[in-house]
């Protein structure tokens, strides 16, 4: 027996009813509220079910869905039968307590597999090694990538809140995901943390969705995660470290190798740490750009004698991606060089050699991190510091910016050479921010003259800011020296 009426409560009931006392009729109502919905009980069974063209849909039985929740559903089934789409893993997730939302997360995800679609932790591999690692072509010729930013797409990769969607399958992604990775990413790793993770997947995603749609699933995706908004604005560093800040936090830094409550050996700075600080420091450029510093990059001018050297650095390790030839003074040769500071016994073919062995056994070059955590320790700030009370040392020696950075040394550079000498452009020739250069990759010393000598490198003007700032640099280690190890000695005592 077959009813066409617009279905109520009571026809719902009935049909329950009817399957509980087992009745040997077919009997099925259809709705006409809603095209293609029916009530079909034969035996112990009642169902909803869902006519549409050809295909017949069962919705479940008719105790677990209201006459509205199955109207409800069959716009949703409806939609994916005319997008091919099979709907009996959205209703077994529905009937499984999904929901719709979540149950159309299930269909979304089946059909991703099916396909072999990225997820998200597939997206951040094949952005890192096919976009990343290969470099940028720039006017015809292919950049080598940057190592901070190769460095930071790994972090992010490992880091907690991407871990947990990284086996999302990118059709799953959206705002509210993109919102929730980032506002986690704040939370546990801060501001700086949470906009560069947001901005590495979100270029990430326009990089698949413009150059690998079918394979990540993008196809007909509009760029949503465009609107998704980095909420932290970096704060503006205004740091000055003085020149005797940093001629103190040097003696400071050579003095306390081994700080009070670390008797390891292990624990100890190493000399290679304590010579990066001074390079760093003496040549004004950015960390990263020295710590790669290999020793064939580092030779002496032959052509000015008097022991002055070049330090050549390749553009991969420029912000500017120029080559880029700084003079050293003959004072500062000595430190940055090694037969003052720290020399280099491991035969590595670094000028900063890490202190352990990578897996494959071989020496890679030491991180930049460890400067930072040097001048962590002076500041009392590391685990060990805290365990046994240091006092902020900087701030004890009279240093006034005791929080001072590796890259405020380049804001000290910059305005002391400025006032020492008349040429303005000088500060700026050394630390490249403006000129022209040649696209190369590390050269031999030959090559490194001839680099250094052409018109675009300025070598005299960058003497004139160089040798001023080096001897200052130098004069106030030496001067702060026999203070600085006073207040050792005295820290000593007292943890004694």
């Not at 306390?256 to 409550?261: E, M, S, V, W």
């Not at 600080?277 to 032959?302: F, K």
């Not at 640099?473 to 000593?492: K, M, N, R, T, Y």
Request: aromatic share 6%.
């Amino acid at each position: 027996m077959s009813f066409r009426k617009a279905l109520r409560r009571a026809d719902r009931g009935e049909a329950i009813k009817l399957a509980e006392a087992g009745t040997t009729k077919f009997q099925e109502w259809s709705d006409t509220d809603e095209p293609g919905l029916k009530i079909r009980v034969r035996g112990h069974s009642a169902k909803w079910i869902l006519k549409f063209k050809s295909s017949t849909v069962t919705l479940g039985p008719v105790n677990r869905w209201s006459v509205e929740q199955a109207r409800d559903m069959c716009s949703h089934v409806r939609a994916m039968l005319k997008s091919s789409i099979d709907p009996k893993p959205w209703i077994d997730a529905r009937l499984a307590g999904a929901t719709a939302e979540g149950a159309a997360d299930v269909v979304l995800r089946r059909k991703g597999k099916q396909n072999n679609e990225w997820t998200a932790g597939k997206l951040m591999e094949r952005y890192r090694d096919d976009h990343i690692k290969v470099g940028r072509v720039v006017r015809g010729k292919r950049n080598a990538p940057s190592a901070k930013t190769l460095k930071d797409v790994e972090s992010a990769q490992l880091q907690e809140p991407f871990v947990k969607i990284s086996n999302l399958m990118l059709r799953e992604l959206d705002e509210s995901e993109l919102e929730n990775y980032r506002n986690k990413l704040a939370e546990l790793h801060g501001g700086s943390a949470s906009r560069k993770g947001l901005a590495y997947l979100k270029a990430a995603l326009s990089w698949a969705r413009k150059h690998h749609p079918a394979e990540a699933g993008l196809v007909g995706v509009s760029q949503w995660w465009r609107d998704v908004a980095n909420l932290h604005t970096e704060k503006t560093k205004d740091r000055l470290p003085s020149v005797e800040d940093l001629g103190m936090s040097i003696a400071l830094a050579i003095s306390a190798r081994r700080l009070p409550g670390r008797s390891d050996k292990t624990q100890e700075t190493s000399n290679t740490t304590i010579r990066a600080l001074w390079t760093i420091v003496l040549t004004a450029q950015r960390r990263e750009a020295i710590m790669t510093t290999e020793t064939a990059e580092l030779i002496e001018d032959e052509r000015e004698g008097g022991g002055w050297g070049l330090l050549y650095r390749p553009p991969h390790v420029m912000k500017s991606r120029r080559e880029h030839v700084l003079p050293s003074p003959p004072r500062a040769m000595k430190f940055i060089a090694g037969t003052q500071a720290a020399p280099n016994p491991t035969g590595s073919q670094w000028l900063f050699p890490a202190t352990r062995k990578n897996k494959d056994g071989d020496i890679n070059h030491m991180d930049g991190s460890s400067v930072n955590k040097l001048l962590d320790r002076l500041r009392g700030k590391d685990e060990k510091s805290q365990e046994y009370s240091m006092p902020n040392i900087l701030t004890r020696a009279g240093v006034q910016e005791p929080d001072w950075s590796p890259h405020d040394a380049r804001n000290t550079f910059a305005t002391m050479v400025e006032d020492w000498t008349t040429r303005g452009d000088a500060a700026s020739a050394v630390l490249d921010h403006e000129g022209s250069g040649n696209q190369g990759v590390s050269r031999g010393a030959a090559a490194i003259t001839r680099v250094a000598y052409s018109q675009s490198q300025r070598l005299p003007l960058k003497r004139i800011a160089m040798e001023p700032w080096c001897d200052a640099i130098i004069d106030a280690v030496e001067a702060a020296l026999p203070s600085a190890e006073q207040i050792i000695i005295s820290l000593s005592a007292r943890n004694t």
